[in-house]
């Protein structure tokens, strides 16, 4: 298996942040098949260990204009923004479509750098949903140890206070994790860089 750019943790640190997180504790819409759930605090420790693929799935536009965290070794974004955009009036956003290529760019990916169906992977989109439904996606491919980013990378929308509405509950960049608004080309969308 590829060796990831992370430190070396302790394989008792890496067991107590994978199961930091029980399912009953996570909002239907961020429960996966597999029931791998990690806060960014918890994938911050398990990134420590250099067996732990970490893909930022966001769309393009999310990685070019928030950044992305340091530790991220690869972008493959899940959905995509369609050349004829649609505005969502209802959610007060354009809507995102499924990126057809998912999961052959995500395939390729994990053969050329080592990453077999029981490997390690943290899947991290902006809050959580998104993570969900991809790390259910690779389940069905046979990826057996895939951890969904429960808060992802912007975190959930406060629910009262000053900042109501606003995402500033957790999340990576909330939690003061390592990120950069540049990208490495080994981080950038392998279909990018053709």
């Not at 250099?50 to 965290?69: H, K, M, Q, T, Y």
Request: proline share 5%; net charge negative.
């Amino acid at each position: 298996m590829l060796k990831f750019s992370h430190g070396i943790l302790s394989v008792a640190l890496i067991l107590s942040s994978a199961v930091g997180v029980q399912a009953n504790d996570i909002p239907k819409n961020k429960q996966t098949k597999l029931g791998l759930y990690l806060t960014a605090a918890e994938a911050g420790d398990m990134l420590a260990n250099e067996d732990v693929l970490f893909v930022d799935i966001r769309s393009r536009a999310e990685v070019a204009f928030l950044g992305l965290p340091k530790q991220v070794d690869v972008h493959i974004p899940y959905m995509v923004m369609p050349m004829m955009a649609a505005f969502n009036e209802e959610k007060g956003v354009y809507d995102l479509e499924l990126n057809p290529d998912f999961p052959v760019d995500f395939k390729s990916y994990a053969e050329a750098h080592g990453v077999s169906s029981d490997s390690r992977i943290i899947l991290m989109c902006r809050s959580g949903s998104r993570s969900a439904r991809a790390a259910d996606l690779l389940a069905d491919m046979g990826y057996t140890q895939v951890y969904s980013l429960i808060d992802g990378y912007e975190g959930d929308k406060a629910k009262e206070g000053p900042g109501k509405g606003q995402r500033l509950v957790n999340g990576w960049r909330n939690a003061g994790l390592e990120w950069s608004y540049k990208q490495t080309p080994q981080q950038v969308y392998p279909a990018d860089l053709f």
